[in-house]
């Protein structure tokens, strides 16, 4: 039996991070992994390796590139699986290297094996060839989540996936039809479409991505569909009927019963906490919805010493805020140095073809909460350097206070969304007004210079006219 100051259970982002700050401050700590490999979803199956793809599918289409520079480029009828796959491997395999260099460097002691609780103090880690006995007076369980499987779906992992099993393709689809509109639908959605695939999106909803603006909603459907990728609203699947031969495609049956006829089909549409086997039920932790880990403010559960961080506590189950919830529930159980709380204000990042992201308030959030509010828009297509890109589709917005001019939300499409705006986070965390954005000298040409064309419009539309 060895005795942890802290155990840690998963090491994907959460797990990791926490185990490191742990380390860091003088404590002996553990770190528990069920999978081959540290990194959880975050790096094998998830957020590295989806984004990746989306690099991969801009370059071996030359999406990009057709038209703009005088050349076209095209490289997907040479294109393999493998070569598909070659640099999501890469970066998955130089994350994984960095991180047990990372867990080295901290002198944090590995396990290999699934945990189960046996009290509130006691895990037993089972492996291949043994059971360990491990103890300690605090836990955090970082175990992330798993795509949710409904049973109605024949999930054979060939033809019938989820977004596990669609990073192991033996081939291209010819066609494909996802199910879900969320974050992982819509991103797959637009890689498979960007290779050339006809792709049919379906959602029980009448919207994608509702918590988005919903002007860039709006334009990302439109962008799917200029794609060639029908949008299938208000619908369902209700059944799959699996071939006879590899030659025959899949018959889907909608709830509207529409049917569809695809080579393979990816579900999407949720995901459950992964803690399975942990035994929480025993040692009285409460779990929600989806297998979902309840917790208080500072991380812990509805046993003092057991805390969770990560996917497995539900929203926003992003690998940004997983790593600083770790963070913090350290800081909350050796009462270390480091800051106490994550930032109640965060950018989203949706890394569809094109890029999606946001801060702050909507127009719709804002004026629920009674706020009179005027927006201010900016094209791609306006700004030197979007014309140097050949952006030809994609405008940022600003939600802005009419009353005080302060820039309440930000809302892009386009280009490296992901990456500027982290600008606006500024803006809007600095309750920032359209004159200080107008004030400020961007280097020309940027994509920076959206803000500043979008605070002059935001101007003018307060002023009661539209500036040329």
């Known amino acids: 039996m060895q005795t942890f100051d802290l155990i840690v259970i998963g090491a994907g982002p959460a797990g990791e991070k926490a185990a490191a700050?742990?380390?860091?401050?003088?404590?002996?700590?553990?770190?528990?992994?069920?999978?081959?490999?540290?990194?959880?979803?975050?790096?094998?199956?998830?957020?590295?390796?989806?984004?990746?793809?989306?690099?991969?599918?801009?370059?071996?289409?030359?999406?990009?590139?057709?038209?703009?520079?005088?050349?076209?480029?095209?490289?997907?009828?040479?294109?393999?699986?493998?070569?598909?796959y070659f640099r999501k491997n890469f970066v998955t395999n130089s994350e994984v290297a960095a991180i047990n260099q990372n867990i080295s460097k901290h002198k944090i002691e590995l396990f290999s094996g699934s945990a189960e609780f046996v009290d509130s103090n006691t895990i037993l880690i089972h492996s291949k060839d043994s059971v360990l006995t491990l103890k300690s007076e605090n836990f955090l369980v970082a175990t992330g989540s798993y795509p949710f499987r409904p049973d109605n779906i024949p999930f054979d992992g060939d033809r019938v996936h989820d977004s596990d099993s669609i990073l192991s393709l033996n081939r291209f689809p010819k066609s494909i039809c996802v199910l879900g509109a969320g974050v992982i639908g819509c991103e797959y959605t637009t890689i498979f479409a960007t290779m050339g695939i006809q792709v049919y999106l379906v959602d029980t909803k009448d919207v994608i991505l509702p918590f988005l603006d919903h002007e860039i909603s709006v334009s990302l459907v439109d962008q799917m569909q200029k794609e060639g990728i029908?949008?299938?609203?208000?619908?369902?699947?209700?059944?799959?009927?699996?071939?006879?031969?590899?030659?025959?495609?899949?018959?889907?049956?909608?709830?509207?019963?529409?049917?569809l006829s695809v080579d393979m089909f990816l579900f999407a549409a949720g995901r459950s906490g992964n803690i399975a086997g942990l035994n929480l039920e025993k040692v009285g932790v409460k779990v929600g919805k989806r297998e979902i880990i309840e917790v208080n403010e500072k991380y812990q559960t509805s046993i003092p010493n057991i805390y969770a961080a990560g996917d497995v506590i539900g929203f926003p189950a992003l690998a940004s805020t997983s790593m600083d919830q770790g963070r913090v529930a350290v800081t909350h159980m050796f009462s270390t140095l480091g800051f106490s709380h994550i930032a109640g204000l965060f950018p989203y990042g949706i890394y569809t073809i094109p890029e999606v992201s946001m801060v702050g308030l909507t127009?719709?959030?804002?004026?629920?909460?009674?706020?009179?509010?005027?927006?201010?828009?900016?094209?791609?297509?306006?700004?030197?350097?979007?014309?140097?890109?050949?952006?030809?589709?994609?405008?940022?917005?600003?939600?802005?206070?009419r009353e005080t001019h302060i820039i309440l939300g930000v809302h892009i499409i386009g280009v490296q969304a992901t990456e500027i705006i982290h600008y606006g986070l500024s803006l809007v965390e600095s309750k920032?007004?359209?004159?200080?954005?107008?004030?400020?000298?961007?280097?020309?040409?940027?994509?920076?210079?959206?803000?500043?064309?979008?605070?002059?419009?935001?101007?003018?539309?307060?002023?009661?006219?539209?500036?040329?």
Do not use: C, Q, W
């Not at 069920?34 to 590295?48: F, N, R």
């Open 363 to 401: 127009e719709k959030e804002a004026e629920k909460k009674g706020k009179a509010v005027v927006t201010g828009k900016a094209r791609y297509i306006d700004m030197a350097r979007g014309k140097i890109l050949g952006s030809e589709d994609g405008f940022l917005k600003l939600v802005v206070d």
């Open 230 to 259: 029908e949008v299938i609203f208000n619908s369902g699947v209700e059944t799959i009927e699996m071939p006879s031969s590899s030659e025959e495609n899949l018959k889907i049956t909608l709830s509207d019963k529409r049917v």
């Open 432 to 468: 920032k007004t359209l004159d200080d954005v107008i004030s400020v000298a961007f280097n020309f040409p940027t994509l920076h210079d959206l803000y500043k064309y979008a605070a002059y419009d935001g101007l003018g539309n307060l002023a009661g006219f539209k500036l040329k």
């Open 21 to 84: 700050k742990a380390s860091y401050f003088g404590k002996k700590v553990a770190l528990v992994e069920k999978s081959k490999e540290p990194g959880g979803a975050g790096v094998h199956t998830g957020t590295l390796p989806s984004k990746t793809l989306k690099e991969t599918a801009l370059f071996l289409s030359g999406k990009n590139d057709k038209g703009r520079f005088g050349v076209d480029k095209d490289l997907r009828r040479n294109v393999s699986i493998e070569d598909f």
